[in-house]
């Protein structure tokens, strides 16, 4: 049941290492070779270096690390926010140069717009997306629709025309979800998404991602910190050292899908977060070295 | 909110006010402070009645004046705020300026002012104008640009570009500051226009004022400043309420309440 790789970095960033061996669903959808970021000019801080990654099409990647690792930046590399100091980054088979435009983004923090219903934050992307946007008004019943539909997915169909500050904070994460997924990108993208709830309601809404990633087949990366909720989520867990961040452990997770509640107290999943934990201290005393 | 609610909201100001003239008529009447020193609240309220044919006319005079120097101040405070509120090196550039321009007492400007354009209503439109700018453009830039990273960050990644992201945020987000500026906006306006129809003007509540006082019609001056007071504090209300109509999402949100006030 258990794949557990435990290879060296230098190994999965092999070039042709993507095919067989790392066992990608298809083709990598997010390449990145040998990045370097740094922040601030010359003497600035070193974000990320020699970072390499593969992500395949349609996988469900999480990178864990400590904080301040790098993972954020890691982030704003893939969506094309910023551009890397060294090394190139490929998105769905192109350069990356500038902000991507198939990509939704979730962060710890909602930022929902205060002066929108839920509802109308959720239709934010088919405003701004094409080529949802020039038929925006022809479109708006469907488009109407359609946000509504996925918001009952996610158990806010009730909640639909409330203010963000009526909803609690396990509710705004689900309509960030929402908005980050509504127009169908390829690749969503997750900043500890999770990170500021409780652990009933972070519970709750892994299954609630999980159940979105399996229905509509996107590419997703989940940055976090907690080891437990990359496992449950992700097929492969990428561990990242100290800043300056690389890829220092990649581990595939093969529990069968959907995972519930109950494989998450299974014997085996339990061993699988611990060997990652070990894997993340040994590599962190390395570090220290 | 129903109607014994909104009874209940209003009592306590108004007991407060009330209170505050009582404790003015008292204090007349227990030092028997003479007229032409302080007018008991009473007698004032009187004079009003009494002037209103002198007062109405002047009033009308200085609200207007306010008006038409409130109006072109928020035209032009929330051109220059959102401008300066979107490039922050402009702001950089710019901010020295405007505490500079801000700094100047306006009682200081009004005889330029008067030279240029004359005595009357043009220098006291200018006052009010001058004076009730520059909050109105420091809230604006603040509002716009304060948002959040990581709203700029969704934004960006759906491929909007700089403008959509202002008009899609940074203008709702500078709401609540550009109300909460139009409160404090709208009273520094009289203090212009008062400031210069006392300095140079033919007709005004500011020009009432300073005749009266010349001919020691102390009841008539105090007059006068309760009928400023009273037209300040309808604006305030209308600056209120246009507020909680147009931001009613921000009640709960601390931005609502920051301000940026000055005086002159």
Redesign the interface.
């Known amino acids: 049941m258990l794949n557990v790789m435990q290879k060296q970095p230098a190994q999965v960033s092999a070039p042709g290492a993507s095919g067989d061996k790392l066992e990608t669903r298809e083709r990598p959808f997010i390449v990145m070779d040998d990045v370097t970021m740094t922040y601030g000019g010359r003497s600035g801080v070193v974000a990320l270096k020699h970072f390499t990654l593969r992500v395949g099409k349609g996988e469900f990647a999480a990178i864990v690390g400590p904080s301040g690792c790098g993972k954020s930046t890691f982030l704003?590399l893939a969506?094309?926010?910023r551009p890397p100091t060294a090394g190139g980054v490929i998105v769905g088979e192109r350069e990356v140069a500038g902000?991507?435009?198939f990509?939704?983004?979730a962060?710890q923090?909602p930022?929902l717009?205060?002066?929108r219903t839920c509802l109308q934050n959720v239709m934010?992307?088919f405003?701004?997306?094409?080529p949802f946007k020039s038929r925006r008004r022809a479109d708006k019943e469907i488009h109407k629709e359609r946000a509504y539909q996925l918001l009952k997915t996610v158990g806010l169909a009730e909640a639909a025309n409330r203010?963000p500050?009526q909803l609690s904070g396990g509710m705004q994460q689900r309509a960030a979800l929402c908005?980050?997924i509504v127009?169908d990108p390829e690749l969503m993208?997750l900043d500890e998404p999770f990170s500021a709830l409780d652990a009933f309601t972070r519970e709750e809404l892994w299954d609630v991602l999980q159940a979105l990633w399996t229905e509509r087949a996107f590419t997703a990366v989940l940055v976090t910190h907690d080891l437990t909720e990359a496992v449950y989520l992700a097929d492969t867990v990428h561990v990242l050292s100290d800043r300056p961040g690389r890829i220092i452990h990649t581990q595939h997770v093969d529990f069968p899908r959907p995972r519930n509640i109950r494989s998450r107290f299974a014997p085996e999943f339990v061993e699988t977060v611990f060997e990652l934990r070990e894997k993340i201290a040994e590599a962190r005393t390395e570090t220290k070295k | 909110m129903n109607f014994g609610d909104r009874i209940r909201d209003a009592a306590g100001p108004i007991g407060m006010a009330l209170l505050f003239f009582v404790f003015w008529e008292l204090v007349c009447r227990m030092f028997q402070i003479p007229n032409f020193i302080l007018p008991p609240p009473s007698e004032t309220i009187l004079e009003i009645f009494k002037e209103w044919k002198v007062i109405w006319p002047n009033a009308q005079q200085t609200l207007f004046t306010t008006m038409v120097g409130f109006v072109t101040s928020v035209v032009f405070g929330l051109l220059l705020g959102a401008l300066v509120g979107i490039s922050p090196e402009l702001y950089r550039c710019l901010s020295p300026l405007l505490i500079a321009f801000n700094s100047v007492p306006k009682v200081a400007v009004v005889p330029v002012l008067v030279l240029w354009y004359g005595i009357g209503t043009v220098p006291a439109v200018l006052t009010a104008f001058l004076i009730s700018f520059f909050p109105i453009v420091v809230n604006v830039a603040a509002g716009i640009a304060m948002m959040?990273p990581?709203?700029a960050?969704?934004?960006?990644?759906?491929?909007?570009s700089r403008l959509?992201i202002l008009i899609?945020?940074g203008i709702?987000r500078s709401?609540p500051y550009f109300f909460a500026s139009l409160k404090v906006a709208i009273t520094l306006a009289f203090v212009g226009s008062v400031i210069s129809e006392t300095v140079a003007a033919n007709d005004g509540i500011g020009y009432l004022m300073m005749a009266a006082s010349s001919s020691f019609r102390i009841p008539l001056v105090f007059a006068a400043l309760l009928v400023v007071a009273i037209m300040g504090v309808a604006m305030y209300a209308i600056a209120a309420w246009t507020e909680k109509w147009f931001?009613h999402?921000?009640v709960?949100?601390e931005g609502a309440n920051a301000t940026y006030a000055t005086g002159g």
């Open positions: 704003k969506s094309g926010l902000p991507l435009k990509v939704g983004m962060f923090n930022v717009l205060p002066w934010l992307p405003e701004i997306v094409e203010y500050w908005r980050a127009h993208l | 959040e990581e709203l960050d969704v934004l960006r990644s759906l491929g909007a959509e899609k945020v709702p709401l931001t999402w921000a709960r949100d």
